[in-house]
């Protein structure tokens, strides 16, 4: 092994641009894992601990504090954001897939058209549209209930989704459809047996992108929902905050619970991730 690292640290060129890139990349990784290994830290000390000495390590580690924030009302703020979160990318993938499937296959004006709609449709800032869907969602009554969260987060994710399969589906050989084709195969299944299966990295790019917007989104959950009962995590956790004294082991301890899915999520679809991006941006 030794013998193999000496070989490979060779074969590297030590150059002034090698070095600064190493350098940005180290600091870049410190400035985000440190922050992460803080709240991890912090989440396990005691009120008193947590001001008076701030970078240490506590003297009792609390892991109580994750039982309590569990207790407090994490669990169910849990569920309802793994139900939100999974809605919004089933819908979003099944959505997405479909149009992107229809977009990349036909050329027509119509098309054409429908690629403007939905380049346009990634410009609008939901903060924007923040008083039209709250006017919206009053006269469907949809406020205080998940669907006013499903909704409007299959909508502003659906853009880029679709954007980034029809341009993976363009990479696909037309050969391939015109061979299934020939052998009797349906647009149906065309789409379901060629260019799902072959599109599975920017799939799961999508499922990944989707699932980071849906899980953190605070505004929309914020304000569509009042009841406790529907509170996602970013808004749960806010009730876990007092006029007067914020037990912020507690608040640390289910920040970390919430934090914990969509990393353990982009470990294992990170090789994915990265390919579906890179692949998905040959062709446009």
């Known amino acids: 092994m030794r013998e193999q690292f000496k070989e490979s640290s060779r074969k590297v060129k030590w150059s002034p641009g090698v070095i600064f890139t190493h350098v940005l990349l ?5 400035l985000v894992i440190y922050p992460l290994l803080w709240m991890v830290v912090s989440s396990m000390k005691s009120y008193n601990e947590i001001y ?12 109580e504090n994750y039982q ?3 207790s407090k009302g994490i669990s169910a703020y849990f569920l309802n954001s793994v139900i939100v979160t999974g809605a919004t990318v089933v819908s979003v993938v099944i959505i997405a897939s479909m149009a992107a ?10 098309i054409d058209v429908a690629l403007v709609f939905i380049m346009a449709g990634m410009m609008i800032n939901p903060q924007v549209a923040l008083i039209p869907l709250h006017g919206i969602l009053t006269d469907m009554n949809l406020l205080n209930t998940r669907f006013a969260l499903i909704l409007p987060y299959i ?5 880029l989704s679709v954007l980034l399969l029809r341009s993976y589906f363009l990479s696909i050989p037309r050969e391939i459809q015109e061979s299934a084709i020939v052998d009797g195969c349906s647009e149906l299944g065309i789409y379901l047996k060629i ?5 599975k990295p920017i799939l799961l790019t999508t499922v990944v992108l989707t699932s980071f917007y849906a899980w953190n989104e605070f505004l929309f959950a914020t304000i569509f929902i009042d009841s406790d009962s529907l509170k996602t ?13 914020t037990d912020w082991g507690v608040l640390l301890a289910g920040m970390v619970i919430a934090t914990l899915p969509m990393i353990i999520l982009l470990i294992l679809l990170q090789k994915h991730l990265v390919r579906g991006l890179s692949e998905g941006s040959v062709k446009g």
């Not at 499937?101 to 119509?110: E, G, K, Q, W």
């Open 195 to 199: 260019y799902l299966p072959m599109s």
């Open 68 to 70: 309590t924030a569990w």
């Open 155 to 159: 909508a502003f994710r659906l853009p």
């Open 233 to 245: 995590i970013p808004s749960g956790l806010m009730n876990f905050r007092d006029a007067l004294r």
């Open 26 to 30: 180290i600091t870049g990784a410190v």
């Open 52 to 63: 008076n000495d701030v970078w240490g390590f506590p003297a009792k580690w609390l892991v």
């Open 101 to 110: 499937y229809a977009l990349s296959r036909y050329r027509t004006r119509l």
